[in-house]
């Protein structure tokens, strides 16, 4: 056998040289070029997440520790900082704490040195495009990429004229044709998309953020819990929750709306009253307990008044309130150790269901079409629309249902948590791809 010989440019002792460095992921050098390059080539990318809208709400807080997780999932190489609206009330220690290498970029300095530092930019789940002007400003000022995560539309929409209300919806159809991608978190909102001449690349549905929650606060759970006398897989989380968020209550200058209101009051008993036949007849015929709680500031009352002082004094035995609101961490470490959730709330069902639990979702045309998640990740048996009477009286029994066979209602959620963490990877999937790391 013969073998050809060097290059007659290349001495023994440079080929050698060359593969050793080869070996080591050296190449560049090994061709010659000059070691700032090489050490360019290296620096990790640097992705700028704009999430973290409010802290009143354990759903908004969870929508950032969610894209957080899936990040240091996917791209663990890549750096990452937040740039977000809130992160009062603790919020910003909860999200140090369990990702301690996360940059919060806060200040216009700060944010200045983001824009020239990131190379992406990743709008969070939330209700619409929450930062739509912010996503126009990265696009404008850098010329950099751009990607939209677990949205819904179409946005709320505070036009005071039907062309003003086409004209946003025109714009926002603009932006997010300009995305690299954009996933929606239900199906009816990835057609509206498609219907206001959206032309993004790639236009999917991927799951809301917050289905990756993992935050933890086992102790204050555990010591909630046995305070009440709730026993692990022994007792169902119910949710209330108004027509509107009577935002007015608990946020300083936020002005009274008598229309929102007066629809709340018009309707609160209609959609409680399915919820508490549901507490008694899982009380009266299992032997589960249901805790009533919150996910956001101001539902403890709600439940108080709706579900608590309503009940009969047997059921009532059985029942625990809580008067206070928590943070994201102690809510998913109580949902863990119950049988399931139900409820008229969104986010809470979507922590259950990332971490197994089984969740009942109920819903109402004021919360827009996130709720229809639930049917995009096979959960179409536990979504019910309360504007619809046929629904209404099938809160209670499916209730039951669960609580009577909890081995079934944990495989059904399973099922839905292994589609949504299909999605979760498919979708960073892409990410990566973008930043040029597949």
Not at 52 to 61: K, R
Not at 101 to 129: M, P, Y
Not at 368 to 397: C, H, Y
Request: glycine content about 6%; overall charge neutral; hydrophobic content about 40%.
């Amino acid at each position: 056998m013969t073998h050809s010989p060097a290059p007659a440019s290349l001495s023994p002792s440079s080929v050698s040289r060359r593969a050793a460095l080869s070996r080591l992921g050296l190449g560049a050098l090994a061709a010659g070029a000059p070691l700032s390059n090489l050490f360019a080539e290296e620096k990790p990318k640097h992705v700028l997440v704009r999430s973290s809208w409010q802290t009143v709400n354990i759903g908004d807080i969870a929508h950032t520790p969610g894209i957080l997780r899936l990040l240091e999932t996917y791209l663990p190489e890549a750096k990452i900082s937040l740039w977000p609206s809130r992160v009062d009330n603790g919020v910003d220690e909860l999200l140090m704490k369990r990702f301690p290498k996360l940059t919060i970029v806060q200040g216009g300095e700060a944010l200045s040195n983001a824009f020239k530092e990131c190379d992406f930019l990743l709008h969070g789940s939330g209700a619409s495009l929450v930062a739509q002007r912010d996503v126009v400003k990265w696009s404008e000022k850098t010329g950099k990429p751009y990607g939209i995560y677990g949205i819904t539309l179409p946005p709320k929409s505070s036009a005071s004229t039907v062309e003003a209300s086409q004209n946003a919806l025109k714009e926002t159809a603009r932006v997010l044709s300009g995305a690299d991608f954009v996933f929606f978190r239900d199906s009816v909102s990835l057609g509206f998309a498609k219907e206001i001449g959206t032309t993004c690349p790639i236009m999917e549905f991927g799951p809301d953020a917050a289905f990756a929650t993992d935050l933890r606060d086992d102790a204050s759970a555990e010591a909630f819990l046995k305070e009440h006398g709730l026993e692990e897989g022994k007792f169902l989380c119910c949710i209330p929750r108004l027509r509107y968020t009577p935002y007015w209550t608990i946020k300083e200058n936020y002005k009274f709306d008598e229309v929102k209101h007066a629809r709340n009051e018009e309707l609160k008993e209609h959609d409680h009253k399915p919820l508490r036949d549901a507490i008694i007849a899982v009380t009266r015929e299992t032997d589960m307990k249901v805790l009533l709680c919150p996910e956001d500031m101001t539902q403890m009352q709600v439940g108080k008044e709706m579900l608590y002082d309503k009940l009969p004094e047997d059921v009532l035995k059985k029942v625990a309130w809580r008067p206070n609101y928590w943070l994201t961490g102690e809510a998913v470490s109580t949902y863990v150790r119950s049988a399931g959730l139900f409820g008229n709330e969104m986010h809470s069902p979507i922590m259950c269901i990332g971490n197994g639990v089984p969740a009942i979702v109920c819903r109402w045309a004021e919360q827009t079409s996130k709720g229809f998640m639930w049917r995009d990740i096979g959960l179409e048996d536990w979504l019910f629309t309360l504007d619809n009477e046929d629904e209404v009286a099938q809160v209670a029994p499916t209730v039951l249902a669960m609580a009577k066979d909890p081995e079934a209602a944990k495989a059904k959620a399973a099922k839905a948590k292994a589609f949504v963490e299909k999605r979760q990877k498919e979708t960073m999937g892409v990410l990566r791809e973008r930043l040029g790391l597949a």
